[in-house]
């Protein structure tokens, strides 16, 4: 009752967005996209409020429809409309924590590794380059930590003295209920392909012969704590919290923007 195994496959289809699907510049009909993918995994409990989740998958992606434009070596040859000729893969593995709250302290924690590629699809081209989503890497983790003042005496004290109602507002200051908890994430850069500028009629551009999404941006961190408390009084309840947010203060990238000029 406390190790649970689960496999899962199958053949999973998928419609291609309508403005794909619909594009007036197709020059035949576009198939339905499709996946084979299997997935094996386990659930284990170390305790009554400790679950652990571990799983492994490979995914395989057919049809995938991409632009037409991006088979020919015509650097400005756009609106050629859609084909499904596009193949990747996709393989990885997924760890996941859940300590419920139960006594003092909760908390999850998620990490996932995986390589996500694309078949390259260009006309003498073999092989397989990173998909546009392939971060390889991600990482959430999130604790809290709960202490219940009123259960000691000495705090019972000083919550009936006169100075309590003026140094109960300080941030840091103890209250009945005191939780700290915080919230880290990570996440890899997403791959990308440079562009170059042609001066002479103004535009950006990817060479035919150029490697697809060689170029990855920068990794996104975020640190968030919380600081909350809890006052219980006879006709009322106070709840203050402090919540300082990204506190690396760290610029994450999330597109490139190559203005016209």
């Not at 996941?96 to 908390?107: E, Y």
């Not at 000691?152 to 209250?175: D, G």
Request: proline share 4%; no cysteine.
């Amino acid at each position: 009752p406390i190790t649970k195994i689960n496999i899962a496959f199958g053949k999973y289809y998928q419609t291609p967005y309508y403005w794909m699907f619909m594009n007036p510049a197709n020059q035949n009909k576009l198939k339905h996209s499709y996946s084979e993918q299997i997935v094996v995994g386990t659930d284990h409990y170390f305790d009554d409020d400790l679950k652990m989740t571990l799983e492994v998958y490979k995914k395989t992606y057919f049809n995938r429809p991409i632009p037409q434009s991006d088979i020919t070596e015509d650097l400005y040859d756009n609106f050629l409309g859609f084909i499904d000729i596009g193949e990747g893969k996709s393989e990885g593995i997924e760890l996941f924590l859940q300590k419920k709250f139960t006594a003092k302290w909760h908390g999850t924690f998620s990490y996932s590794h995986s390589i996500s590629e694309t078949k390259d699809y260009r006309i003498g081209k073999s092989g397989y380059f990173p998909s546009d989503y392939d971060r390889q890497n991600g990482l959430t983790i999130v604790g809290g930590y709960k202490i219940n003042f009123r259960e000691f005496e000495w705090y019972e004290r000083i919550k009936q003295s006169n100075l309590f109602p003026i140094i109960a507002w300080f941030p840091f200051m103890i209250s009945d209920n005191l939780e700290i908890s915080f919230k880290y994430r990570y996440s890899g850069g997403l791959p990308y392909t440079s562009k170059k500028y042609n001066y002479l009629v103004r535009k950006w551009y990817v060479e035919p012969n150029q490697n697809i999404n060689e170029s990855r941006s920068n990794y996104y961190s975020r640190l968030d704590l919380m600081i909350l408390r809890r006052f219980n009084f006879k006709k009322i309840n106070i709840t203050t919290f402090l919540d300082i947010q990204n506190i690396f203060n760290r610029d994450n990238e999330w597109d490139r923007i190559y203005l016209e000029d």
